[in-house]
């Protein structure tokens, strides 16, 4: 008897995702925005000020949280950083932890972690009704489960300071992510809570609010080679992080397994490089004025 398919925990999550880190150029793609545009945009960021404060939402294990610190430091040197950090996976929290213990060169910067969602650190600030005030405040790749996206990007755009900037990182229009989602939805199991939006929902909503906001496009692909090739472990834990769902290949119905392996194969998914299989992971970098 084939087991029901479920969603995933917050621990079998971090594995799935780290197989889509191993197999990604996500990291890669943020490192060439970060070296190209990230210098300008946080030379204007706490104007005379002896502290920056910065506020990292959804942070994960910290890797481009300190990536960002770098630039911050270098941009301006002897200034010091208050470094605040909302993440609810107790997992993520402990990894970034450890990162802050073996890094030597963050003498200047002091940290502070709220092992909340974003919602339940709102719900805090506006219970304490004190409304700290942030030069830099940055969202990766977590807006897909936040319940109320308009309502989270309103909140945290108000906690920004005078001539503060908010970076919100979303998958792109152009990435096989929007159109899976777009023209494939039906393949995707209901046990994926997530919220199946990319950059021009979140530039919709910034209209709405009337704030000033940059769109930087870059390119990043994914290898899913791995998902084609039955019983292989890689592939397995790849399409548990696609669907959201614990053992995707072997609890879905054969007929949902086997389309969505083929819209994963379409041309507007998918390109094939080297008899590899490479998943279009496009990002799109939004920074948003105070």
């Not at 208050?82 to 030597?104: G, M, R, S, T, W």
């Not at 409304?131 to 897909?144: A, N, T």
């Not at 503060?164 to 899976?180: T, V």
């Not at 919220?195 to 910034?206: A, F, K, N, R």
């Amino acid at each position: 008897m084939i087991p029901p398919m479920r969603s995933l925990t917050a621990e079998e999550y971090v594995e799935a995702f780290k197989s889509f880190l191993d197999h990604s150029t996500e990291h890669q793609c943020m490192d060439e925005f970060n070296k190209e545009e990230m210098p300008n945009i946080m030379a204007g960021l706490g104007r005379g000020k002896t502290t920056i404060n910065v506020l990292g939402v959804g942070s994960g294990t910290g890797e481009q949280d300190l990536k960002m610190i770098r630039i911050l430091q270098a941009v301006h040197p002897g200034v010091l950083i208050d470094n605040e950090i909302v993440e609810p996976n107790p997992q993520h929290v402990a990894a970034y932890k450890e990162l802050v213990n073996q890094a030597p060169d963050l003498q200047n910067v002091s940290f502070i972690w709220h092992q909340l969602t974003s919602s339940e650190y709102e719900q805090q600030v506006k219970e304490k009704g004190t409304h700290k005030k942030f030069d830099f405040i940055h969202m990766i790749q977590m807006l897909y489960r936040v319940e109320d996206i308009p309502n989270t990007i309103k909140f945290f755009h108000s906690c920004l300071d005078l001539h503060g900037k908010l970076l919100i990182i979303i998958l792109s229009d152009s990435s096989g992510w929007a159109n899976l989602w777009k023209k494939h939805r039906d393949c995707l199991p209901s046990t994926d809570n997530g919220h199946y939006i990319t950059s021009s929902g979140i530039t919709d909503v910034l209209k709405r609010l009337g704030v000033e906001y940059r769109v930087y496009e870059f390119p990043s692909g994914w290898d899913i080679t791995e998902c084609f090739i039955e019983g292989d472990a890689v592939g397995g834990l790849m399409m548990d992080f696609l669907t959201g769902t614990k053992n995707f290949l072997g609890t879905a119905p054969p007929v949902l397994r086997q389309r969505l392996q083929e819209a994963l194969c379409q041309p507007e998914c998918s390109s094939t490089k080297d008899g590899r299989i490479i998943f279009s992971n496009n990002l799109s970098m939004i920074v948003v004025e105070s």
